[in-house]
């Protein structure tokens, strides 16, 4: 379906893997309901390979 709609819209093949890609889950579990380890666990969830590359960034600047 996804080569489908790239071909329709005119996109290049790149996108069509874009869109099959399986999204992220993350399970709610009871400590989500304390505000500060939900924002802590939102903020991991939608930040986490951004924190990854930085992280590895800066930890290649020290050695």
């Known amino acids: 379906m996804a080569e489908t709609l790239v071909k329709?819209?005119?996109l290049n093949a790149e996108v069509a893997?874009?869109?099959q890609a399986?999204?992220?889950k993350y399970g709610i579990t009871?400590?989500?309901f304390i505000p500060r380890?939900?924002?802590l666990y939102e903020v991991v969830g939608v930040?986490?390979?951004t924190l990854k590359k930085?992280?590895?960034k800066n930890?290649?600047?020290e050695l």
């Open 30 to 32: 009871l400590y989500l």
């Open 59 to 61: 930890l290649m600047m």
């Open 47 to 49: 930040y986490d390979d």
């Open 17 to 19: 893997v874009a869109l």
């Open 22 to 24: 399986y999204p992220k």
């Open 37 to 39: 380890f939900y924002r």
């Open 8 to 10: 329709f819209l005119g």
């Open 54 to 56: 930085s992280f590895k």
